[in-house]
């Protein structure tokens, strides 16, 4: 993930954090990314103390290493416009949280609200926050959803079935 403004990762740090103390005490946020946002996200986090609770794991290009912090996860998150990251995360059978009225990418249709994903509202740290905790609250759920957030994923968005559309165009 590209740690840059636009992508937001501040609202979703701070997000967090107001929610510390109610979340599990083994919950972690890890961060996988870097950009221009990555320095002013350090800072913050060790300001405020938090290191031990958000974990900075920078850009993983190994596919093991990156499986293992998904298959880890109860959920991603997308506090900015969605990307690609949507379409990985579905790929392991992780729901994620989007923000709602974004400028999102394509990517945004393999959202399926209370199957794959929930919504929080755009720019609103209390609402972020709040949603935060409720995906916690809801953790079986999202446990029981991961096969089929798999299965809609390669049903629709696998390279194979994307590459197919084309096909037929022709």
């Not at 990762?9 to 997000?15: D, R, S, T, V």
């Given at each position: ?7 937001k ?7 967090f954090h107001?929610?510390l103390?109610q979340?599990?005490k083994?919950?972690n ?10 320095s002013i996200?350090?800072?913050?986090v ?10 900075l ?7 093991e ?18 990307g690609?990251?949507v379409t990985?995360s579905?790929?392991f ?6 923000s709602?009225?974004e400028?999102?990418s ?5 959202v399926n609200?209370?199957?794959n994903?929930?919504?929080?509202k ?13 995906l916690?609250d809801?953790?079986n ?16 968005y ?13």
């Open positions: 993930v590209r740690l840059v403004k636009s992508k990762p501040m609202l979703l740090i701070k997000a107001n929610v103390d979340l599990p083994k919950t946020l890890i961060i996988v990314g870097d950009g221009d946002q990555f996200i350090k800072d913050y060790l300001k405020n103390k938090i290191e031990h609770r958000v974990i794991k920078g850009h993983i290009f190994n596919f290493r990156l499986k293992n912090l998904y298959f880890s996860s109860l959920f991603s998150v997308s506090p900015g416009y969605i690609l990251s990985q579905f790929s059978g992780v729901p994620m949280l989007v709602k009225k400028n999102h394509p990517e945004i249709e393999a609200e209370k199957v994903a929930l919504y929080f755009t720019n609103d740290l209390s609402n972020l926050s709040f949603s935060l905790q409720k916690f809801n953790k759920f999202w446990i029981n959803q991961r096969n089929i957030i798999v299965e809609n994923c390669k049903n629709q696998s390279n194979e079935i994307m590459a197919q559309t084309f096909i037929d165009l022709v």
